[in-house]
């Protein structure tokens, strides 16, 4: 049966199977048409006018016979579900098919059936039906004004159905199911007041005032930022009900006023314009707003969302927090709790739902199928998390801005998912809007390396943001009165604030004026505290601050004390717990500090300070056995809270546990925290994790040495290689020499850190000093010595295949396997059989024998027998390798093809490059010359994605080659010659790019390159080339050397037809 999907989203199976076809918008949107249309016949004059109003009707009529051409290849049986006649188009009335819009078109219908019929159960089962199928607006990627008006009905008929919904389940009194609908109303429209007070209401309804506030302060936000007004009367009504606060009283809750102006700006937000219109055109592009703080980044940033919102840009924002130890790609969490984002959940593939419930471990609720994901313990599975979360984020039809604020706080692996995407092929148009304090970035932060990557790639604009002058200042501060200022006043002002927003804004806020003593023009402006965080903050400013914190109520001064020990962002939950206050209590203080700006409402249940200045400064008036006592409430409550999701917040708790002076509880966090990064290979925060474990151990803690072994690895991990060497040195240091087996596999691990630099030789002596410290295999050994034993002789084996020592390698694998086959793991004996079989490849110079190929089989076997998906597709791969060299070119590929769509399902790109390169070369072969290119295009756009040397240079000496067979020998041979020397010299494919070079050189007849090309083609460790090829090379190099110039010309002139008919020239 033929399923169309075309709610949210397109999508189209038949019979389970996706229909590739129909890449196209115009073809998605004439298939809607077609189904939408399916009561009657419409001509074909009809649909062409329909679709080509802008173009004369023969060109409309061409344009529509060229589209049903193409609609007929996309779907094979076309003639089962539409009748061409020749005057007129209709989709068959007996079509076996399901379409989403049909389904909720028909579940509406059912429900006024049961409604007019008085069947109130039946009508709210159908109408859950119908709300349950609308996954998302009519095709949203098609903007043809003949489905302009059918989205809008269809939308309305949701809307109704909503609050049908709300209105039954409310009248029943099943609040929860009620608040349910009602708050699918508010995301679907977050501009309507009476959204959020029925949200309000049945907050209330429900006991949850909290929440009901929080409504609240969202919607008063929304008016005032939006409309410039004050809620109504009724909303107003329900806000003084939860405060329990009499109406005599309720003057004194006034709504906040709203954000400052923007002053200044104007080119600031003509560059950022500029950016979103590169970024509209399908380059992904990068802004990074950049200045002191208070300079108002932030507030730049929200306008320009604000504006993105408006034009229906999904604006997706997080940011980053100082000082607290959030899991590792925290802002990308948050990104995904987006509605936009979690919408688009189930028209996801399985295996990126598994990837990205690492991060959000909560969609395992919602999909409650989903099984655990496997630990990531190889980059390239790293790899597959970072497509996974491009996909989930990025896949839906709408343009994105990715908002990231305070990114000099971010987390390194977010930093590197960020790279990660500038690389990626979005189906959008993406900009990414970051903002960082200046002052806080320099030479060695992660920040700086982001930047210097995306201006190499032309895709950052970075813009800084400079003070106001006198005039803009003045204007912020009349502005923000809604007075003007005199000049002397005015000069005192920005003499004092020296141009400042923030300093501006809080320096009129703190008032006086008209007093005539307004405490300004002390000649301070220019002084800088000297007390750490604050020195960036004027004296003055950090007076008024405290002068704010100093006017609220004793019981909100309380909360915002506790608030500042959580963060600057925290959940009203964690705040409760760690505040001991009443709900009265804390409802009022929370609202109070909402009143006074202090705090501001954020995404979902949290709260965040106005500005961290304001946090620090909270945090800076307690003392220190005060900060040590509320350090320790807020670990407990966090712990208390957040129970079920603890991986995510092992590292917050730490820290809280270690400013509250507790040790050996936050020592445990700390490494609870490292393996839960460790799982999704975030090595950075691994890192982090097990050093300030480390720093809280007493001296002569017997697990130093435990945790230094741990922390070598995650540095080996990250590409540090000579600090995991001094880490594990240290480990050592820890072991007793007894324990001969750990002491082994520490030496071990310093060859390997040795071998990851290619230091081939410094591994080696390692790998030896480790044979003689563990000592030879025993009876009495247990598994655990047999793994470190078997890890190292594939250690050994690895570094004698890059080394090309294939002698060695032999006594090695020989002296290995009989144990290996006794004592190893299935893993560890399908890791033996690839050493193995590189061996042999090597050995036989990748002209694959029977035996070797026999082995690949055997290795597809195991894989099976093992059920990992990703070793059986490595191997699937390693088998279509082997077939390639041995010119069994058509089993080569179907194996190649097998392994390609494993990695695509598994989001496994590493292996994904490897195939699409190899099946480069296997056309190259064939000589199907536009088959080569396709490959190569999409090999180099993954090997770009990945940054593997190797394989980029693969792929472009494959151009190379491509352009000479076309004949354009100038670009084919600057492509091969930048290609040639990036490879390895140990990597035996150089005639990828020197085969189209000596081509060229033949056809130039520069007969000295044509030869040192041969030359260097036939020597080892290079493949060894087939025959009649690589026996006329070598004759053709010897009467050249005997200098007999005549015969090598004759001769190379000779074989250049069969080395150009297998694809080498």
């Known amino acids: 049966m033929l399923h169309i999907r075309l709610l949210g989203g397109f999508a189209i199976q038949n019979d389970a199977m996706p229909l590739t076809g129909f890449h196209s918008e115009r073809l998605q949107a004439l298939l809607a048409y077609l189904v939408l249309h399916r009561d009657a016949p419409m001509t074909r004059q009809q649909l062409a006018y329909t679709f080509w109003a802008d173009t004369t009707d023969a060109q409309a009529r061409t344009n529509l016979r060229t589209l049903l051409a193409r609609f007929r290849d996309a779907l094979s049986n076309a003639d089962e579900f539409v009748c061409f006649a020749p005057q007129t188009i209709q989709w068959r009335a007996d079509a076996a098919f399901h379409c989403d819009v049909i389904e909720f078109q028909n579940a509406r219908a059912a429900a006024l059936e049961h409604q007019r019929a008085g069947e109130t159960a039946r009508e709210m089962d159908a109408l859950e039906r119908a709300v349950k199928t609308y996954a998302g607006d009519l095709l949203p990627s098609c903007y043809d004004d003949w489905i302009l008006p059918e989205r809008e009905t269809l939308r309305q008929e949701w809307h109704a159905a909503l609050e049908n919904l709300v209105a039954r389940h409310e009248a029943n009194r099943a609040y929860a199911r009620a608040l349910e609908y009602a708050q699918h109303l508010l995301r679907a429209d977050p501009l309507r007041e009476e959204a959020y007070a029925r949200v309000m209401r049945l907050e209330l309804e429900r006991g949850e005032r909290t929440s009901a506030l929080r409504a609240y302060h969202a919607c008063a936000t929304m008016l005032r930022d939006e409309f410039g007004i004050d809620p109504a009367a009724e909303t107003r009504a329900l806000y003084l009900q939860l405060l329990r606060v009499d109406q005599a009283n309720a003057d004194a809750q006034t709504t906040p006023r709203g954000q400052a102006p923007l002053i200044g700006r104007d080119a600031e937000w003509a560059r950022l314009l500029d950016a979103w219109e590169r970024a509209a055109q399908g380059q992904t592009h990068f802004v990074l707003l950049a200045g002191e703080a208070g300079i108002g980044k932030t507030r730049l940033a929200e306008d320009f969302a604000a504006w993105a919102a408006r034009q229906e840009i999904v604006t997706l924002t997080a940011r980053g927090y100082e000082n607290t130890q959030t899991s590792a ?183 006086g004026w008209g007093t005539g003593d307004r405490g300004w023009g002390t000649g301070d402006g220019g002084r800088r505290t000297t007390n750490g965080k604050d020195a960036l903050l004027p004296q003055k400013i950090q007076s008024v601050i405290q002068h704010r914190l100093a006017l609220l109520s004793p019981n909100a001064r309380g909360l915002a004390e506790v608030a500042s020990v959580l963060g600057r962002e925290f959940s009203f939950e964690v705040l409760a717990q760690a505040s001991g206050s009443e709900l009265d209590a804390l409802v009022r203080g929370l609202d109070e500090l909402w009143r006074k700006q202090i705090v501001r409402e954020q995404r979902g249940e949290a709260y965040d300070f106005a500005h961290d200045k304001i946090r620090a400064a909270a945090y800076n008036s307690l003392s220190a056995a005060r900060q040590k006592i509320l350090h320790l409430r807020a670990a407990d409550a966090l712990v208390n809270v957040h129970s079920e999701n603890m991986d995510a917040w092992s590292g917050q708790i730490a820290q809280q546990y270690e400013r509250a002076q507790q040790p050996k509880q936050a020592i445990d966090y700390y490494l609870r925290a490292a393996d839960a990064a460790k799982r999704v290979y975030a090595v950075q925060d691994t890192i982090q994790f097990y050093q300030r474990a480390l720093a809280l151990l007493s001296r002569g803690d017997e697990r130093a040495a435990e945790l230094n072994h741990a922390l070598g690895d995650a540095l080996l991990m990250g590409g540090q290689f000579n600090k995991a060497r001094n880490v594990f040195d240290v480990a050592l240091a820890s072991t007793p020499p007894a324990d001969t087996r750990a002491r082994a596999q520490l030496v071990t691990k310093r060859g390997s850190a040795w071998s990851s630099q290619r230091e081939t030789s410094a591994a080696l002596q390692e790998y030896e000093l480790a044979e003689a410290t563990q000592g030879e295999p025993s009876a009495d050994w247990r598994a655990k010595d047999w793994a470190v034993w078997i890890q190292r002789q594939l250690a050994f084996a690895e570094a004698y295949y890059f080394a090309a020592d294939n002698a060695n390698n032999a006594q090695v694998l020989q002296r290995a396997q009989p144990l290996v086959e006794k004592n190893g793991t299935p893993h560890q004996q399908i890791q033996f059989l690839r050493a193995l079989g590189r061996y042999r490849t090597r050995l036989e110079r990748f002209v694959p024998s029977d035996m070797t190929l026999a082995l690949s ?58 195939c699409q390169v190899y099946l480069t070369i296997a056309h190259r072969k064939r000589g199907t010359i536009e088959l080569a290119k396709e490959y190569a295009r999409s090999s180099a756009a993954l090997a770009e994605q990945m940054d593997i040397r190797e394989y980029k240079s693969a792929a472009q000496a494959n151009f190379g080659w491509i352009e000479w067979r076309a004949g354009n020998f100038q670009l084919a041979q600057k492509l091969c010659q930048d290609a040639l020397p990036k490879f390895a010299k140990t990597y035996p494919f150089h005639w990828f790019a020197s085969g189209p070079l000596l081509g060229i050189a033949l056809e130039r007849a520069e007969w000295g390159a044509a030869i040192e090309y041969v030359r260097a083609m036939l020597t080892p460790p290079q493949q060894l080339l087939p025959e009649p090829i690589a026996s006329g090379f070598a004759r053709a190099v010897a009467f050249w050397d005997a200098g007999d110039t005549l015969r090598a010309r004759q001769e190379l002139e000779h074989i250049a037809a069969d080395a150009k008919l297998l694809g080498y020239l």
């Not at 390194?412 to 002052?439: G, H, M, S, Y």
């Not at 920040?447 to 201006?455: D, E, I, P, V």
């Not at 390693?878 to 695509?904: K, S, Y």
Request: hydrophobic share 45%; charged share 25%; aromatic share 8%.
């Open 857 to 914: 089989q055997e290795i597809v076997q195991a894989c099976e027998n093992f059920g990992d998906k990703g070793e059986l597709a490595s191997a699937r791969f390693n088998l279509g390798f082997m077939r390639l060299w041995r010119g069994e070119l058509e089993d080569a590929e179907r194996e190649l093809h097998i392994a390609r769509a494993a990695a695509e399902a598994m989001h496994y790109t590493h292996l994904n490059v490897l």
């Open 329 to 511: 790609f925290a802002p990308l969490a948050e990104w995904l709790r987006h509605d936009a984002v979690r919408q688009n959940f189930k028209n996801l593939e399985r295996a990126i739902l598994v990837e990205i419930s690492r991060i959000a471990p909560s969609l395992r609720a919602e999909f409650s199928d989903l099984p655990e994901p496997p630990p990531i313990t190889e980059a390239w599975q790293r790899q597959r998390l970072f497509e996974a979360l491009a996909r989930a984020l990025l896949s839906a039809p709408a343009p994105r801005v990715l908002f990231l604020d305070d990114a000099q706080w971010c987390d390194a692996e977010t930093l590197e998912w960020l790279q990660f995407v500038a690389r990626f092929d979005c189906d959008t148009p993406l900009l990414i809007l970051a903002c960082a304090r200046r002052e806080e970035v320099d030479a060695a932060h992660p920040l700086t390396k982001w930047k210097l990557a995306l201006h190499r790639a032309e895709q950052l604009t970075e813009i800084a943001l400079p003070r106001l002058n006198e005039i803009q200042t003045l204007a912020l501060a009349s502005e923000w009165m809604q007075e003007t200022m005199d000049d002397a006043d005015a000069q005192a002002l920005f003499q004092e604030t020296e141009g400042n927003p923030l300093f501006v804004i809080e320096m009129v806020r703190d008032g």
